[in-house]
């Protein structure tokens, strides 16, 4: 809906749809909720220039989060009013093959990281990431596989 949103903006699009469904949120509960996504990949953050505005810095670089590979295709109930009422320009293109880049190289230290810590619970975590970023990035990991499971065996 958004391609990117930044990490306040992200967490004010869940107040409002808690608002809109009656019902309280916890900020604190937020922002596990988007570090578990970014750990397991059904967010990527990734790093957009700064456009808007003719007295910023235009080579100025935010952090930002977009939709990762292992994320549900599917928008939350009552999602469909937020760009408006969160007031969110639709004008956030990101380049698909840099975001592909940067999800494989963070699976690839993330692998080795779990690798070297023997987390295998990490590891077939990863595994299963590995299937879905072929898909959804087009980026063959087979070395990565081939690694996780000689690290598993």
């Known amino acids: 809906m958004f391609t990117v949103l930044g990490r306040e903006e992200l967490a004010d699009a869940a107040a409002e749809l808690a608002f809109k469904r009656g019902e309280?949120?916890?900020r604190d509960?937020?922002?596990r909720a988007i570090d578990d996504a970014i750990s397991e990949f059904a967010l990527v953050s990734v790093e957009r220039e700064q456009t808007n505005g003719a007295d910023q810095d235009p080579h100025r670089r935010l952090s930002?989060?977009?939709v990762?590979?292992?994320a549900f295709p599917r928008l939350p109930d009552g999602a469909a009013d937020l760009p408006h009422?969160?007031?969110i320009d639709g004008n956030r293109a990101i380049d698909r093959e840099a975001v592909a880049t940067a999800v494989e190289e963070r699976l690839r230290?993330?692998?080795a990281r779990a690798a070297a810590d023997g987390d295998d619970d990490r590891l077939e975590t990863l595994l299963d990431v590995c299937?879905?970023?072929d898909v959804w990035a087009g980026v063959d990991t087979d070395d990565v596989?081939?690694?996780i499971e000689r690290a598993l065996e």
Do not use: K
């Open 131 to 133: 299937f879905d970023v």
């Open 64 to 66: 930002r989060l977009a």
């Open 68 to 70: 990762g590979p292992t």
């Open 109 to 111: 230290r993330d692998a």
């Open 29 to 31: 509960a937020v922002e």
């Open 24 to 26: 309280s949120i916890d």
């Open 85 to 87: 009422i969160l007031e």
């Open 145 to 147: 596989r081939a690694d």
